[in-house]
């Protein structure tokens, strides 16, 4: 009985995704939730398991082939003795172990033909697998071959270049493309500005010091960081200044009755929000616990779309980069995101006398249309105000 493998459901914020990596071909034979096929969204990538255990007889997409919902992507002949008159004659090919690492057959083939050593192409498949695109897309290093020494070097030979001028042209992935597509958007659709304020991190970092093992201890294991104290703070100031919390839609404002926080995730696909949803009824604990569980599922593609969808406010910290000051960009429709930046120390006038203090600027970019200057600059000063004071987050004043 020959069951159709469908890509899954889109949700309305997705129109299209692409074919990333078939984990299977034809005449491989499957087990029942056996990952098939990786489907690339221009938010996550999405895993298509088999729905039953048997062969798989047909592709109907190949890779980098655009797969809309629901559409039939590959055929299982159900059963475990089935097999594929197609390749009935040949023994199904396995991903091999070659320096450590699960290649493709295909892969494994092209790199045969191209003479290229395995051990020396970086995996991105799932797992560390080494793909095809990974061997199409490898170049090697070009060891630099020293000159004969010459005893008069010649005035006019032209100077030539150490090692080879390469260059290479790989197509943007669904998700890289989405991204550029936003951020283009955003700057041209948003009349964007962004206020920059200074905070003292003494205090904060002094109660996380204080408070770090114990907090540890009685949350198992969960780490007291910034971006916990940073949510609560914005919650707060959210609260007070409804208006940063909102949204235009059309020639309408809609305003927000609760504060789900987007936390912007770096991976090596491209920049993800997760979203902290109803951030005003978590503790810092459980802050803290959700971004760390997004930042896992993030790094292995593992988001679903659901944690990524919504969000009312965004916060950014590229200071983990190193970056002392920066101007975020608006995660549409958000009207305003806040960025976090490189803790350093400075030399501040403090009661008429210059000490040394852990100072980190903030950055709140705003949507002028909605939100004019005075009310972005309050709600930052109340950022920096909750920050330099911990105890005002959790007595709310």
Same mark, same amino acid.
């Given at each position: 009985?020959? &069951?159709?493998?469908?890509?899954?459901?889109?949700?309305?914020?997705?129109?299209?995704?692409?074919?990333?990596?078939?984990?299977?071909?034809?005449?491989?034979?499957?087990?029942?939730?056996?990952?098939? +096929?990786? #489907?690339?969204?221009?938010?996550?990538?999405?895993? *298509?398991?088999?729905?039953?255990?048997?062969?798989?007889?047909?592709?109907? !997409?190949?890779?980098?082939? $655009?797969?809309?919902?629901?559409?039939?992507?590959?055929? $299982?002949?159900?059963?475990?003795?089935? +097999?594929?008159?197609? +390749?009935?004659?040949?023994?199904?090919?396995?991903?091999?172990?070659?320096?450590?690492?699960?290649?493709?057959?295909?892969?494994?083939?092209?790199?045969?033909?191209?003479?290229?050593?395995?051990?020396?192409?970086?995996?991105?498949?799932?797992?560390?697998?080494?793909?095809?695109?990974?061997?199409?897309?490898?170049?090697?290093? @070009?060891?630099?071959?020293?000159?004969?020494?010459? /005893?008069?070097?010649?005035?006019?030979?032209?100077?030539?270049?150490?090692?080879?001028?390469?260059?290479?042209? @790989?197509?943007?992935?669904?998700?890289?493309?989405?991204?550029?597509?936003?951020?283009?958007?955003?700057?041209?659709?948003?009349?964007?500005?962004?206020?920059?304020?200074?905070?003292?991190?003494?205090?904060?970092?002094?109660?996380?010091?204080?408070?770090?093992?114990?907090?540890?201890?009685?949350?198992?294991?969960?780490?007291?960081?910034?971006?916990?104290?940073?949510?609560?703070?914005?919650?707060?100031?959210? !609260?007070?200044?409804?208006?940063?919390?909102?949204?235009?839609?059309?020639?309408?404002?809609?305003?927000?009755?609760?504060?789900?926080?987007?936390?912007? +995730?770096?991976?090596?696909?491209?920049?993800? *929000?997760?979203?902290?949803?109803?951030?005003?009824?978590?503790? &810092?604990?459980?802050?803290?616990?959700?971004?760390?569980?997004?930042?896992?599922?993030?790094?292995?593609?593992?988001?679903?779309?659901?944690?990524?969808?919504?969000?009312?406010?965004?916060?950014?910290?590229?200071?983990?980069?190193?970056?002392?000051?920066?101007?975020?960009?608006?995660?549409?429709?958000?009207?305003?995101?806040?960025?976090?930046?490189? $803790?350093?120390?400075?030399?501040?006038?403090?009661?008429?006398? @210059?000490?040394?203090?852990?100072?980190?600027?903030?950055?709140?970019?705003?949507?002028?249309?909605? &939100?004019?200057?005075?009310?972005? @600059?309050?709600?930052?000063?109340?950022?920096?105000?909750? #920050?330099?004071?911990?105890? /005002?987050?959790?007595?709310?004043?």
């Amino acid at each position: 009985m020959a &069951i159709e493998i469908k890509a899954p459901t889109y949700p309305e914020s997705v129109q299209e995704g692409t074919l990333a990596t078939w984990h299977k071909q034809p005449g491989d034979s499957v087990a029942r939730d056996e990952l098939i +096929v990786d #489907i690339e969204t221009d938010k996550v990538v999405l895993e *298509v398991v088999a729905s039953a255990s048997g062969t798989l007889t047909e592709q109907l !997409k190949a890779e980098g082939d $655009i797969v809309l919902s629901n559409e039939v992507l590959a055929h $299982i002949e159900e059963g475990e003795a089935a +097999v594929s008159p197609v +390749v009935a004659s040949a023994a199904p090919e396995l991903d091999q172990q070659v320096g450590g690492a699960l290649v493709n057959p295909a892969a494994k083939k092209l790199a045969d033909e191209r003479h290229i050593d395995l051990s020396q192409v970086s995996g991105t498949g799932k797992g560390g697998r080494i793909t095809k695109e990974d061997v199409v897309n490898f170049i090697p290093a @070009v060891a630099a071959v020293p000159a004969p020494a010459s /005893k008069e070097p010649a005035a006019l030979e032209p100077l030539l270049p150490g090692g080879e001028r390469v260059e290479r042209r @790989v197509p943007m992935t669904r998700m890289r493309a989405r991204i550029a597509e936003r951020l283009l958007d955003v700057t041209q659709a948003t009349a964007s500005l962004t206020t920059f304020n200074e905070v003292d991190m003494s205090a904060m970092m002094s109660l996380r010091k204080q408070y770090q093992d114990e907090f540890t201890k009685m949350h198992n294991g969960t780490r007291l960081g910034f971006m916990g104290l940073f949510v609560k703070a914005a919650v707060e100031a959210l !609260k007070r200044f409804p208006l940063v919390n909102a949204s235009i839609d059309g020639s309408d404002i809609v305003y927000h009755g609760y504060q789900d926080i987007g936390v912007a +995730v770096s991976t090596e696909r491209g920049l993800v *929000v997760p979203v902290l949803r109803n951030a005003e009824n978590m503790s &810092i604990a459980t802050v803290e616990n959700t971004i760390g569980s997004y930042a896992g599922k993030a790094r292995d593609g593992k988001l679903t779309i659901d944690e990524m969808t919504g969000g009312t406010f965004t916060i950014t910290n590229g200071g983990v980069y190193g970056s002392l000051i920066s101007t975020p960009i608006l995660n549409a429709p958000q009207a305003a995101i806040l960025g976090m930046h490189k $803790i350093q120390e400075r030399p501040m006038a403090v009661n008429g006398e @210059v000490v040394i203090r852990p100072m980190m600027y903030l950055a709140l970019s705003y949507d002028h249309r909605l &939100i004019d200057g005075k009310e972005a @600059v309050q709600f930052l000063v109340a950022i920096k105000q909750l #920050i330099e004071d911990p105890a /005002k987050i959790l007595l709310e004043i």
